[in-house]
């Protein structure tokens, strides 16, 4: 069985620019998590998507933004990017509400800024 | 939402030794969970507790969990080098599922 998968797994964005991350959960998920972790640092939460809707999301500005598609895949987007959100951005998946609580991540999309 | 607090933040072992990570949370949750992150790679579930549960075994992976001082220790026996990595402790409320990770502790295993 496939595992989460995200995309790309590295990219280089100059100051201001946009981009794009994607996720694909393990199938028959359909809670899709997003975090990001700074360098040497630890998790801090992004989002949280169940069904196609947001559940939850931290405390990030609103130049953060994602979606969750039918087939339970997900975007994260960030705008106009900032030095600062250079960081490794992982997305976890789970099998939703009724869940144990586990969550199985993917390898991480590494964003760098400059 | 929960986060916990991993203590220490470092640890440095020499091959063969035990290690242990402690966490701390603040308010009832229904199961506390450890991860492993091994450098620049994704977090990989280690061990799940429940809230009813004192004491979890997983190969060389102790978890005790004391819900009366909301503090959970994870024990990993006979380290070794493999073993370096970030470690992190989840724990989980009722009533939803965003989970938070605190700083996590870094071990080195040296060999």
């Known amino acids: 069985e496939a595992g989460v998968t995200q995309s790309p797994t590295h990219l280089i964005k100059t100051r201001g620019q946009q981009v794009t991350l994607r996720c694909s959960p393990i199938?028959?998920?359909?809670?899709v998590y997003w975090y990001q972790q700074a360098l040497g640092l630890g998790l801090q939460f992004l989002l949280w998507?169940?069904?196609?809707?947001?559940?939850n999301r931290g405390n990030f500005p609103p130049r953060f933004s994602g979606r969750q598609f039918p087939n339970y895949s997900s975007e994260l987007n960030v705008n106009a990017l900032e030095l600062e959100d250079s960081a490794l951005y992982l997305c976890?998946?789970?099998?939703?509400?009724?869940?144990?609580?586990?969550?199985?991540f993917g390898e991480g999309s590494r964003l760098t800024v400059l | 939402s929960q986060q916990g607090e991993e203590d220490p933040q470092a640890l440095s072992i020499q091959e063969g030794e035990n290690a242990t990570m402690n966490c701390s949370y603040k308010?009832?949750?229904?199961?506390l969970q450890w991860y492993r992150q091994n450098s620049g790679r994704g977090l990989v579930h280690l061990i799940l507790i429940r809230s009813n549960e004192r004491e979890k075994h997983s190969g060389r992976l102790r978890v005790t969990l004391d819900t009366s001082k909301k503090s959970s220790s994870l024990l990993i026996t006979a380290s070794r080098a493999a073993d370096t990595a970030s470690y992190f402790c989840?724990?989980?409320?009722?009533?939803?599922?965003?989970?938070?990770f605190g700083a996590g502790t870094r071990l080195f295993v040296k060999a």
């Open positions: 998507y169940d069904e196609g809707e947001e559940r």
């Open positions: 199938s028959g998920h359909t809670s």
């Open positions: 989840a724990p989980q409320g009722a009533g939803g599922f965003k989970t938070i």
């Open positions: 976890a998946s789970s099998p939703g509400l009724k869940n144990t609580g586990e969550l199985f």
């Open positions: 308010t009832s949750i229904n199961n």
